[in-house]
């Protein structure tokens, strides 16, 4: 069960991925943020 | 304590995917388009949240035919954003290579040869080795030939009175499998500016398979490599057989 050990591990890395790419990791930030608030609006009207 | 959970997993899935979008389109011209979709998406959420709820459907309207519309105008970026998820992502080499090393030397050497002759002369040329990716879409745009490489008859395809000069070599193992072939060109904007048609073409076959190219330029006689659309520009002889060996082989699979 490698995976069960190493998640901290691969999660920091991926981490350290988006935050190396700080103009990619705000934009997704953003669509995202974006994305939630028009689909929440939607839903709770 | 279970909305939140679901809200916080449904948070990181719609991240990580926009994430990967934005990674990917990094470097093309979509990246600009996409952004506008942050701006559509917090209009219409504010909308709806002020409670003009009948421009709801305007805004949907908006969205969707904006999609449509990047994805038809930016069709050439999405397909080679596609190409490169799918070629490039497998680097390894071996659908095409040389056995043999002592014929695998040889061809280097000729390569080589072919492309300092051309370079002395200044006569511009463009020669695609064939990797792991079948070429078979460009080949056909060019004109059969299916002739052992030799540095004599690169010269002689690519002199000035050939009717086979304006175009590309394609090279499958050692042999020329067809002359005069049209490649796709660079699309990053960088290459636009700086280059020639013949670069744009030899970085953009690159960026859509895994083959080499050689260029040998017709104002400087530079010879420059490309590979999974980047360029080594003005190799020196010695450092392109180098390369050619190290990136023409067969690896273990």
Redesign the interface.
Known sequence: MSFLRDWPVALRKRLTA?MR?R???L??????G?????L???WH? | MISHLRFLV??II??YF??R???LT?DSALFGP??F???L??S???S??AGF?EL?LF?KFLVFSYAAAVAVIFQPELRRIYFNRTYHSSPGVGGHYIGNEEIRGKFIDDVVLACQTLSRKKIGALIVLERKNNLWDFIQTGILIDALFSPELAYSVFLLESPLHDGAVIVRENRIVAAGCILPLAERVEMKKLVGTRHRAAVGITEQADGLSIVVSEETGKVSLAVQGRIAWDIEAGALKKMIRILYREVDR
């Open positions: 988006v790419d103009q990619v990791g934009y997704a930030l953003l669509l995202t974006s994305l939630l608030l028009f929440l609006s939607e009207r | 449904f948070f719609i991240f926009s994430y979008v934005f990674s990094k996409l952004r979709l942050i701006v998406f917090i219409a959420g504010l709806n949240l709820h709801s805004w």
